[in-house]
């Protein structure tokens, strides 16, 4: 059973098209998160989120947004994609009482 | 702001051997830490958690420590094998009532052992 999955693991696009990543946690965790890793290979978080709040990391621009239709699934919707996005795009959840993230495989998007 | 480094960046050494990787953060006021490795091309597979009020993880050859007043962790690698070779990443979780702080990552090690 995938604890964390997310979906398209490939993701090649142009410049200016809106595209959504899709991820699901069947972990029954409370909190979900945005991860972006860089060509450098560094993990930065981009949001946090349960049902209570949502925090948003100040360097994510606001073409990125997070929806949660509920509390199992948090999906990325990106607009106007720019060349500076290409990285791979990690979700993970975690039981806030626990502490431990689990992440999901990624999703390695390019844009042209 | 936290800050999560991680010493050394890279690593090559001898099937069998003991090793150390090296992770400091720059708050103490965490409220876990976290090691993963990731495979080239792959996910992050969790190793092992500490919470702040620990010390210490073990899960068969690998050891966590914590000291949350230094800002240090070390994660202890026992009788190295081919494939333990990986990237090594350290994650600090940042204590906040609010409790949906995501983890500040270090920059990981990358270790290659070598048969």
Same mark, same amino acid.
């Given at each position: 059973?995938?604890?964390?999955?997310? *979906?398209? +693991?490939?993701?090649?696009?142009?410049?200016?098209?809106?595209?959504?990543? +899709?991820?699901?946690?069947?972990?029954?965790?409370? *909190?979900?998160?945005?991860?972006?890793?860089?060509?450098? +290979?560094?993990?930065?978080?981009?949001?946090?989120?349960?049902?209570?709040?949502?925090?948003? /990391?100040?360097?994510?621009?606001?073409?990125?947004?997070?929806?949660?239709?509920?509390?199992?699934?948090?999906?990325?919707?990106?607009?106007?994609?720019?060349?500076?996005?290409?990285?791979?795009?990690?979700?993970?959840?975690?039981?806030?009482?626990?502490?431990?993230?689990?992440?999901?495989?990624?999703?390695?998007?390019?844009?042209? | 702001?936290?800050?999560?480094?991680?010493?050394?960046?890279?690593?090559?050494?001898?099937?069998?051997? /003991?090793?150390?990787?090296?992770?400091?953060?720059?708050?103490?006021?965490?409220? /876990?830490?976290?090691?993963?490795?990731?495979?080239?091309?792959?996910?992050?597979?969790?190793?092992?958690?500490?919470?702040?009020?620990?010390?210490?993880?073990?899960?068969?050859?690998?050891?966590?420590?914590?000291?949350?007043?230094?800002?240090?962790? *070390?994660?202890?690698?026992?009788?190295?094998?081919?494939?333990?070779?990986? !990237?090594?990443?350290?994650?600090?979780?940042?204590?906040?009532?609010?409790?949906?702080?995501?983890? !500040?990552?270090?920059?990981?090690?990358?270790?290659?052992?070598?048969?």
């Amino acid at each position: 059973d995938t604890a964390v999955s997310q *979906t398209p +693991k490939y993701l090649v696009t142009q410049m200016g098209n809106d595209k959504s990543i +899709k991820c699901e946690q069947n972990l029954g965790h409370d *909190t979900m998160y945005w991860y972006k890793q860089d060509s450098k +290979k560094f993990l930065k978080i981009m949001f946090s989120y349960n049902n209570k709040e949502l925090i948003i /990391n100040e360097t994510v621009p606001n073409r990125f947004s997070p929806k949660s239709p509920d509390k199992a699934h948090l999906n990325l919707h990106i607009n106007s994609l720019e060349l500076g996005d290409s990285a791979v795009y990690f979700c993970a959840s975690s039981q806030f009482t626990s502490g431990s993230s689990s992440f999901g495989p990624g999703t390695r998007l390019t844009v042209t | 702001k936290q800050e999560v480094t991680q010493i050394p960046a890279a690593l090559s050494v001898p099937e069998g051997e /003991n090793l150390v990787l090296n992770c400091s953060f720059t708050d103490s006021a965490i409220y /876990n830490l976290q090691w993963f490795r990731q495979d080239p091309g792959k996910g992050l597979t969790s190793l092992l958690l500490i919470q702040s009020s620990q010390r210490e993880q073990t899960s068969g050859r690998l050891n966590a420590s914590l000291d949350k007043s230094s800002g240090r962790s *070390t994660l202890y690698i026992a009788a190295s094998q081919p494939g333990d070779s990986a !990237t090594y990443l350290c994650a600090v979780r940042r204590y906040s009532g609010g409790g949906a702080d995501g983890l !500040t990552f270090g920059k990981g090690t990358h270790l290659i052992i070598q048969p």
